[in-house]
């Protein structure tokens, strides 16, 4: 930040997944304005911010599972202490508590392809649930490849659910469905925020909302 400050700039647009260096951001730039890309506590000050509603990516994934007669859903989650991970176990939860069913298991992902797979083939196949939401696209690339490799059908055995859309999604065998981020409008929403921050005007926070994509890993 810095950097920043002694070259000048009128302000800072911060993408960062964890709420501490968010508040670190904020602590530093010395009266520069800032745009968060990001999440903060809840108690955190007022500061400009431009986030995807992950919470409700969470739930769109688990109530369209719900719908579709899934009662054992399962979540394979990012890292826990990160805004994006901890808000998507977050609208899980709440979508499992709105049908009236308990979570089924949790387990603590990294976001990577090889994590995925690694669950995917320790997964004890006497306990597959009827569907797993995985935190992203990449997660769900490595469970389904070790699926792959131990016969397990997808979706006629359990159902999978991914979140991102990477550009790969569509083209899985079988192809994923998977919760769509708005990330071209993210950037252009950052930029009018960052603008209006730097003309004076007050803190705001803008949501925007996921998207469900539904292809052929679900029932």
């Not at 530093?28 to 400009?48: D, E, F, R, T």
């Not at 997964?123 to 990449?138: E, G, S, T, V």
């Not at 859309?165 to 930029?191: F, K, M, W």
Request: proline residues 7%; glycine residues 8%.
């Amino acid at each position: 930040m810095y950097a920043f400050v002694e070259h000048g700039v009128q302000g800072i647009a911060v993408v960062t997944p964890r709420r501490e260096t968010a508040e670190i951001a904020l602590a530093k730039a010395h009266g520069i304005p800032v745009v968060l890309i990001g999440g903060l506590p809840q108690s955190a000050a007022p500061a400009n911010r431009v986030i995807v509603d992950q919470t409700l990516g969470g739930r769109l994934a688990t109530e369209f599972l719900i719908e579709r007669g899934c009662r054992r859903i399962a979540h394979v989650s990012g890292p826990v202490g990160w805004f994006d991970a901890d808000c998507r176990v977050d609208g899980w939860r709440e979508a499992l508590a709105s049908a009236g069913l308990q979570p089924h298991d949790l387990i603590v992902g990294d976001w990577s392809a090889p994590r995925g797979y690694e669950i995917g083939q320790a997964w004890d196949r006497r306990r597959l649930p009827d569907a797993i939401f995985c935190a992203n696209d990449l997660t769900a690339v490595g469970l389904l490849a070790a699926f792959r490799e131990r016969r397990i059908r997808v979706p006629e055995e359990v159902s999978v659910v991914g979140f991102d859309d990477l550009p790969t999604a569509a083209y899985l065998h079988p192809a994923l469905t998977t919760v769509r981020q708005p990330l071209e409008q993210v950037g252009e929403l950052c930029v009018q925020v960052l603008l209006s921050a730097i003309s004076g005007e007050s803190p705001s926070l803008q949501a925007l909302p996921p998207t469900l994509v539904v292809r052929h890993s679900t029932r």
